[in-house]
């Protein structure tokens, strides 16, 4: 039924296949349809072979129907990407240039939240809102406190260092403070800042608490009721 | 062109040939000559198997004809030659001028040449309006949804939502009514034959594939059942009543419309089919929802799988009959060749300005984008695209050394609306847009100050001989 102009064409049409060549093809049968389909049939059974050029697209048989549960869309697969060894994805941390980086969270938006919380505690109606609103106010307020703390333990040991390299410089010989020398300098500025403000004792009176409950467990327990 | 049904007979042997190939001397070389550009089969379409009588008539016919078309030409040849050389000792230079000529004709019948359309086209400086000369035929109520343009260009058959086919006379200008109210639904899809076919709503659903004879009448001749959702593309395989029909449910179904009966089914699509083009070979391209284009090789039961870095691939039309454009929903062109599995082209923000591209583009960011419909001028280098945009583009095929290297865009005409359908004339003389308020298959957007209908837009060439100065 086809016209033999057209089966010229169904081999590779990209190939310049001059037409004698093509009427040879045609006198001895090979381009006729069940032959081809025959070729056709036992390159596909045959696997998939390496193509000869990998640009060429893939053939594919036309008689299996797709089925419902199928993928729709085929393609390479997302890959995933783990973080922790994507060289993209940060690197190491370091919280000093962190902090400085980022030191607007806590100069503007953390104080920011912290006016905003308070307001909406103060319109908030029912237990659990308030206790939502609550918590989330505490952990801001923690943050920002610790934030200080840690500027504020900073700042002394940088003035201390500078006290030292200006002793260093007048003449005497470098001197590098234990750590817990430093903390015990601290707790001893500390302790005049409160002296100064006046808080001191109610910090005292926090310290004894907390230090009581924890020497409590040393206390001897009740001995256990014999069954 | 061929006729479907040829017969090889018997060769005759003519009394002498300079270093012929075989084929010219077969029967189909008559048909080049014979009806040239005329698809009007009706008159041919019954011929039966020769008995042994009229076997050598017929050989003789064709044999006279055949050296008739042969003396034809050498005499234009000649005559051609006359006026640029002396006649002395030119027998063998004249015999090659033939031989070139024989070839080059049988290529552009083959589809293997491209004419070279797209240098001449002459378009409007900016983006006028309206051009002068264009003309919209109105007569549907809902937006057109495709078009077909038959062979001569003398007819369009346009189907639209509202469930009617229109008959359109490109010279006059006249419509009229081909069905008689079995809708035509939005995936309608007429061909240009002496059959149209085209899927309804109405009476099966959109899942009916009707066939109307142009000759005989407003009700369809046969429904072909069969699909399992809706049907949106149809096309038919030039020079034969072979159909092919892609639907929703992912297949591609043939028809055969001389025995008017089912033929066979291609699966291999993981989404819905969107667009078909064939060419004469028993090769179909199909494109879809899955982003691929598929070349089925029909005698072999096989198929080429084509992906390339497009979302939904919404149109796709043959260039010629290894390489294909094609049109997709984030307004993306591409161009593919049957020997590479990516496009040898892509070009990103076809329908719309760069800057609105986003890098990864989009499907449904801008409902204008898409490139509802792609059609190339049969055996030329001259390509027409339309989306939402209010522009018809054309473009013309870049060839390299190594075959055709891209798309370059030549400008646009002004199309108001979603260009639903595309035609361009054989003769480059015109395009004809099926222009709608809405797109193919859905209401994603909509342009009310659009008009529904077909637009015909005429195109300038100049002439041939200017412009190969």
Known sequence: MPCYLHSFQAEEEDDEVPLGQRAA?????????????????????????????????????????????????????AQGKDPRFESLAGGAFDERRFKSQYAFLYDEKLPEERKGLRAALKKAKG????????????????????????????????????????????????????????????????????????????????????????????????????? | MARPGGQRGSRGQPPKRKKRDEFFEDEDAVDF???????????????????????????????????????????????GRDGAEDGASDEDGLDAAVDRRLRQDAAEAMGWAQRALAARVVLPEGVPRSIPGQKLHRGHSQSVTAL???????????????????????ESGNRERMSSGAAAGPSGAPAAHWVTACTSRRGGGSRVVH????????????????????????AFRLGTHELFSGSLDRSVKLWSLD??????????????????DALRTE??????????????????ETQLIFRGYHPVIESCAFTKGGEWVTGAADGALGLWSAARKKPLQS?????????????????????????????????????????????????????????????????????????????????????????????????????????????????????EDAAEE
């Open chain 2, 211 to 234: 066939v109307w004879d142009t000759r005989a009448g407003l009700a369809p001749i046969k429904s072909f059942p069969g699909h399992k959702d809706a049907v949106t593309a149809l």
């Open chain 2, 347 to 463: 070009i990103r923000a076809a329908h719309s300005a760069e800057a609105d591209a986003s890098p990864l583009g989009s499907i449904g960011g801008n409902a204008a984008a898409g490139v509802l419909s792609v059609a190339v001028c049969p055996a030329s280098d001259l390509v027409a695209t339309g989306a939402g945009d209010g522009l018809v583009r054309l473009w013309s095929l870049d060839k390299g050394t190594k075959g055709t290297k891209g798309l370059s865009q030549l400008g646009g005409l002004p199309a108001r609306g979603f260009v639903n359908g595309l035609a361009v004339a054989r003769s480059g003389r015109f395009v004809a847009a099926g222009m709608g308020q809405e797109p193919r298959m859905g209401r994603w957007g909509r342009d009310g100050k659009a008009r529904n209908g077909v637009l015909i837009l005429p195109l300038t060439l100049r002439a």
């Open chain 2, 148 to 170: 077909a343009l038959t062979a001569d260009d003398r007819t369009l058959y346009s189907v639209s939502k509202d469930g009617t086919i229109l008959r359109h006379d490109i």
């Open chain 2, 283 to 300: 090769r179909v391209l199909s494109v879809g929802g899955d982003r691929t284009c598929r070349l089925w090789k029909i005698p072999e």
């Open chain 1, 127 to 227: 237990a659990e809102a308030r206790a939502d609103l609550q918590a989330r106010l505490t952990r801001v307020e923690q943050a920002l406190r610790e934030e200080n703390a840690r500027r504020w333990k900073l700042d002394f040991k940088a003035k201390l260092k500078s006290k030292e390299r200006a002793a260093v410089q007048a003449g005497k010989t470098p001197f590098h403070l234990k750590k817990s020398e430093q903390k015990r300098l601290e707790l001893v500025a500390k302790f005049e800042e409160l002296k100064a403000s006046g808080r001191l004792e109610k910090y005292m009176e926090k310290r004894r608490k907390k230090n009581a409950a924890k020497d409590h467990r040393y206390l001897v327990a009740p001995r256990a009721q014999a069954q």
């Open chain 1, 25 to 77: 093809q045609l006198a001895d049968g090979s381009t006729d349809r069940t032959a081809m389909r025959a070729r056709a049939r036992t390159t596909l059974r045959a696997g998939r072979q390496p193509r000869e050029n990998k640009h060429r697209p893939s053939e594919a048989s036309s008689k299996r129907p797709v089925p419902v549960l199928r993928e729709s869309i085929q393609g390479p697969r």
């Open chain 2, 33 to 79: 000559f014979e009806d040239a550009g005329d698809n009007q089969a009706g008159e041919e379409a019954d011929e039966g198997e020769p008995s042994s009588d009229e076997e050598e008539t017929a050989e003789q016919k064709r044999l006279r004809l055949a050296k008739e078309y042969l003396a034809g030409i050498r005499a234009v040849e000649a005559a």
């Open chain 2, 259 to 276: 025995d008017l009966a089912y033929v066979d089914s291609l699966f291999g699509h993981q989404a819905e089919v969107l667009a078909l």
